[in-house]
């Protein structure tokens, strides 16, 4: 972004904000990622709750007809 662009938004009453997303080319991001799975899965495989909350909402991801 151009020193102009930045003054114009600036300006405009906008102002620049920082946002920090995972890395997910990150070794520690990923075990993190596989930690958090395999607790999931273990307190799925107890309780059922996903494969609960999979089946009430699977009609949401079917498009309507034209």
């Known amino acids: ?4 662009e930045r003054a114009e938004l ?3 009453g906008w102002r620049p904000v920082e946002v920090w997303v995972p ?3 990150s070794p ?3 075990r993190r990622m596989r930690e958090d799975s395999e607790a999931i899965n ?3 495989s107890r309780s059922g709750e996903l494969d ?3 089946e009430e909402v699977d009609d ?3 498009d309507p007809a034209p």
């Not at 972004?1 to 102009?4: G, I, K, L, P």
């Open 10 to 12: 600036l300006a405009k």
């Open 42 to 44: 273990r307190v799925d």
């Open 1 to 4: 972004m151009s020193d102009a």
């Open 28 to 30: 520690a991001f990923e």
């Open 52 to 54: 609960r909350l999979a």
């Open 23 to 25: 890395d997910w080319d």
């Open 60 to 62: 949401l991801w079917i």
